[in-house]
């Protein structure tokens, strides 16, 4: 009778058993070391120091003080310009949020259609996108100048200037209209990752769901609300939340727009925060851990009501 191989194999001794498991580690560890480190280097230690400085007091030079205790976000939260800037900063995340997703629904669901010339407009789409954020809010500055920006001067063709009562509009010098363009270059500069991720997530909707529910008798706007919403919510999620937190700490289009003016009409929380760097270093530390605060909560919300476990699963 033959004996079970198994049975006449050694148990592996104590230290082989130590030599595997080191070996699987140091493994692990070359794989997840340097992604830690790099969070590490550019996430935890910009954060800890955030909050450590929240808590001293430094002049308008940078120099250190002394420790302020908790009077840098006593200053911030009694300053006259704190909560306007905050209800102002939530009116452009969700603004810029929902126009870019609403927007973007239609450009995907288009660019997911064939027809001629699909593949030159997906090229075309990428170009808001892939230049840079700053130049563009620049060129849209150049394009309202009330002077010789393109924008006036077809506007003074059309004689829709002269009906305003006006021969040239200021659109940056009201903080009305300066915070309205703004919205709408934001919104121009997010359409097209929106776009794609949301095409992406169409691409993944199998076909014979839509043929099932035609042979059912379901209409087009029964079957986009009952079955092409719910199979696009991950890239949905997926799509908000990086607007969210891209739009929330938006920087450059406000500032090349700008400046934040007139005075402080049309300053966003990031936009703001920097402002405050250039006299109260400590207060806008604070503000900048506010603002740190409020991008968590942000986002363990919008996760917990999207049910994003479920779609994952």
């Known amino acids: 009778m033959l004996e079970n191989p198994s049975r006449s194999l050694p148990a592996p001794s104590p230290a082989r058993r130590l030599g595997r ?57 009694q300053d006259p310009n704190f909560g306007p800037v905050m209800e102002r900063t939530v009116v452009w995340v969700l603004a ?54 393109v924008i ?53 909707i199998p076909g014979e769901v839509y043929e099932a529910a035609k042979i059912d008798g379901a209409s087009a706007l029964h079957t986009y609300w009952h079955i092409t919403l719910p199979l696009l919510r991950p890239a949905l999620t997926v799509a908000a939340l990086i607007n969210v937190m891209n739009v929330f700490n938006s920087f450059p289009i406000i500032w090349e727009m700008t400046r934040g003016g007139p005075g402080y009409e049309t300053n966003t929380s990031t936009v703001y925060m920097f402002n405050l760097k250039q006299n109260f270093i400590g207060e806008s530390a604070a503000l900048s851990v506010v603002n740190f605060a409020v991008i968590i909560v942000i986002v363990a919300v919008f996760l917990r ?9």
Not at 155 to 160: A, D, F, N, T, Y
Not at 175 to 201: E, K, N
Request: no cysteine; net charge positive; glycine share 8%.
């Open 21 to 77: 498991a080191a070996a699987s580690a140091a493994t692990t560890i070359g794989w997840v070391g340097p992604a830690t480190a790099l969070i590490a280097f550019a996430v935890a230690w910009p954060v800890y120091e955030m909050f450590k400085i929240s808590f001293q007091h430094y002049s308008p030079d940078g120099f250190l003080l002394g420790s302020a205790g908790g009077k840098n976000y006593t200053k911030l939260f």
């Open 96 to 149: 810029v949020v929902g126009l870019t997703v609403l927007i973007s629904l239609a450009v995907a669901q288009l660019f997911n259609q064939r027809f001629p010339g699909r593949r030159v407009a997906r090229w075309a789409l990428i170009a808001p996108w892939a230049a840079s954020v700053m130049m563009t809010a620049i060129i849209f500055r150049w394009m309202l100048d009330p002077n010789t920006g």
């Open 152 to 204: 006036n001067v077809l506007l003074r063709q059309l004689g829709i200037v002269s009906k305003l009562g006006t021969t040239q509009a200021d659109w940056l010098g009201r903080p009305d209209a300066a915070f309205a363009w703004m919205i709408v270059v934001a919104v121009f500069v997010s359409i097209p990752f929106t776009s794609y991720t949301l095409l992406a997530g169409l691409q993944t």
């Open 305 to 313: 009501a999207s049910n994003w476990k479920k779609e994952v699963a």
